[in-house]
């Protein structure tokens, strides 16, 4: 028996499509019997298996459990949840492995797989190797058993463990994606005063898409802070996985700003320590971290390219600037939004008292959002390799670490090549808005200079 994937279902860092289209039970089944084979190889034979809230999630879920079992593998399926539950489950329990079925922040027709091999990220060529087990039908025969284990209580608790946040009155905004029940349990065990939004979890995302990074799907957080006089709000992505956070005036905490104050503590504890930020991350970040004492790191974005790197570097803390924060330090290495936003409350207390303070404190910067523009899968790595090799021969100073990052005496501009997407990424920023304008010029002039369509300057 052989199966064929959409070939725009098989990611980088996960197994991604739309429901129906790209993306269906045949494949779900073929995911659970290529994951199995794996497992088997490594003389594994127990994967713990989640699904987050979208409509489709359990009857993949079902299908990836019939492939996991007929491959040889018992299955322990822990349920609905966000995904760092079910990591947390692959790191606690019995288990050789463990499927997350999510699709994270991506619109309610999308789901798709996230795995874990061994307590390491399965993706990149591990990825690939599932569509080529499943067009050569080369899998591992057998059955398998199926339990369920309720490890939600479990989860909360080990989120407390420690815990010394001290009290403050917070908004939690779960945009009904999966980690409504979690945070509800969650903060009927904090201290302090906690207004709940979304936690309801509904796969059709009725109130605003469940994507903490853009600004827009902030409002009701916003709304709920400023009406109830809170000292801050933190909101989550569809699975959990990614946090994002406003203070009480409603400014929002960017990703790598929400790292620079969780790094704090951290490094108090841990002097001198690595702490790795994505290329996307501000500079104001880099130079916070060596003002900490601690050791920086620029790094690849995407989640499963910085656990390596972290074991790699004995890293305690790393983060992105899509909201993925991972903690080493007391913790599993994961991104778990939910226990950042633990470490969050923490880190404010210990710091002063004040979210506010904390963001009036920073240096501002004037940056673009992230600017998207239209490519080819064939292409879009060749524009990057072009630009490059201008860049290099006209003496600029130029990271390569993952696109290129650009400093100049303005600021920086990054272009790199989406993984997920066929686009070409870009973002700059600066001490001023002319500076800005200097750094968009450069961006167009390049992108012209590869064919490629450029935009219009501007910043927020």
């Known amino acids: 028996m052989t199966h064929r994937f959409d070939p725009t279902s098989l990611r980088e860092y996960d197994i991604r499509g739309i429901v129906g289209q790209t993306l269906g039970e045949a494949d779900a089944y073929a995911i659970g019997r290529g994951f199995a084979t794996r497992v088997r190889r490594v003389g594994g034979k127990r994967v713990a298996v989640g699904y987050d809230g979208r ?15 007929e491959g040889g593998v018992d299955v322990v399926n ?4 966000p995904t760092p539950m079910l990591y947390y489950a692959e790191a606690t329990l019995e288990v050789d492995g463990g499927i997350q079925i999510t699709g994270s922040h991506n619109p309610a027709n999308y789901n798709g797989f996230k795995m874990v091999l061994q307590h390491g990220p399965f993706f990149g060529a591990d990825i690939q190797d599932i569509g080529r087990l499943a067009a050569e039908g080369d899998w591992e025969e057998g059955t398998g058993t199926v339990e369920k284990a309720f490890v939600e209580d479990l989860y909360v ?10 009290a403050f009155k917070i908004g939690w905004d779960c945009g009904n994606g999966a980690s409504g029940p979690v945070v509800e349990k969650l903060t009927a065990k904090l201290p302090g005063e906690h207004h709940l939004l979304f936690t309801e979890v509904d796969g059709n995302f009725p109130n605003h898409h469940p994507d903490p990074t853009e600004e827009k799907n902030l409002v009701d957080l916003k709304a709920l802070v400023k009406e109830k006089g809170l000292d801050f709000g933190v909101a989550f992505d569809g699975d959990g996985d990614r946090i994002g956070a406003i203070d009480g005036e409603g400014r929002v905490i960017w990703g790598d700003q929400l790292l620079a104050i969780l790094a704090e503590p951290v490094l108090r504890e841990v002097p001198g320590a690595t702490i790795i930020g994505d290329v996307k991350a501000s500079q104001a970040l880099y130079d916070r971290v060596k003002e900490l004492g601690g050791t920086p790191l620029m790094w690849k974005t995407g989640h499963s390219l910085i656990k390596v790197k972290m074991k790699e570097t004995h890293s305690p803390l790393a983060g992105e600037m899509s909201g993925h924060v991972f903690f080493a330090h007391d913790y599993y290495g994961f991104d778990d939004a939910q226990y950042a936003a633990v470490r969050l409350i923490g880190a404010v ?6 979210l506010t303070a904390l ?3 920073m240096p501002v910067m004037i940056n673009t959002p992230e600017m998207r523009f239209q490519s080819s899968e064939d292409r879009k790595f060749k524009v990057v390799d072009e630009v490059l090799d201008r860049l290099e021969q006209a003496g600029a ?16 501009w990054l272009l790199r090549a989406s993984n997920t997407q066929d686009v070409l990424v870009a973002r700059a920023e600066a001490k001023s808005q002319e500076g800005l304008d200097r750094l968009m010029e450069q961006i167009n002039e390049q992108l012209r200079r590869s064919n490629v369509e450029p935009v219009l300057a501007g910043g927020h």
């Open 397 to 412: 100073d130029v990271n390569r670490t993952d696109g290129a990052r650009v400093n100049t005496a303005d600021g920086w």
């Open 349 to 354: 207390r210990v710091l002063g008292g004040s």
């Open 359 to 361: 963001k009036s404190a």
């Open 55 to 69: 409509t489709s999630s359990p009857i993949l879920a079902d299908a990836l459990i019939k492939g996991l079992n």
């Open 157 to 166: 608790d080990r989120l407390l463990q420690g815990y010394a946040g001290g």
């Open 78 to 81: 822990i349920g609905m949840g």
